[in-house]
């Protein structure tokens, strides 16, 4: 099996690119599934269940969320209708949607599992608990993927680079 996981998709030049790109992409290198991660959909922060079904007829297979979620407000009351969309799994338990979900192919099936890392973001519980916990609810014969959404590296980078900017100017 081969999946391609697509991600960050942002805005609607992000999408028309995905729209333009992925049948191509799906022919040329034989991929089964892709998963897109389109928590920046939605002009640059979240997601809309009308934009969500356009990624999904475009060709993606599921989209996975981040910490940008709930940037369009109204989606909280939209994500339960939506079968292949999952948000992080480490959200609480209150949130709407579901952190992990099933996707069903004509010839086969595999799970998406959705966590967020901690650092530099809000709250929200141990990724690895949560790992823990969905692993434990799958079935256990199906393949298990995982978008882990961290954000360390980013600003590790953005760091090093206003550090090392900085050292310069005093140069």
């Known amino acids: 099996m081969r999946l391609m996981m697509i991600g960050d998709v942002v805005g609607s030049p992000g999408r028309r690119i995905l729209a333009r790109e992925m049948p191509r992409l799906r022919k040329e290198r034989g991929l089964d599934a892709i998963v ?3 928590e920046n959909c939605a002009g640059g922060s979240g997601i809309t269940a009308a934009l969500a079904q356009e990624i999904l007829a475009a060709g ?14 109204e989606f ?4 339960d209708r939506l079968d292949r969309i999952v948000r992080p799994a480490n959200f609480p338990d209150e ?7 099933i996707v069903v ?18 709250p929200c519980e141990c990724p690895f608990a949560a790992l823990d ?3 434990a609810e799958m079935p256990k014969n199906l393949p298990v993927f995982v978008d882990l ?3 360390f590296f980013i600003r590790f980078f953005q ?13």
Do not use: E, Y
């Open 159 to 171: 760091n090093f680079l206003n550090i090392f900017c900085n050292l310069k100017k005093a140069d």
């Open 105 to 122: 192919k004509p010839t086969w099936s595999f799970a998406i599992l959705n966590l967020q890392g901690r650092i530099f973001m809000n």
């Open 36 to 38: 897109v991660n389109a």
């Open 76 to 79: 909280a009351s939209q994500i």
């Open 60 to 73: 993606a297979d599921a989209i996975t969320l981040g910490d940008h979620t709930w940037g369009q407000k």
């Open 133 to 135: 916990r969905a692993l």
């Open 149 to 151: 959404h961290l954000i």
């Open 95 to 101: 949130c709407p949607g579901k952190g992990w979900r």
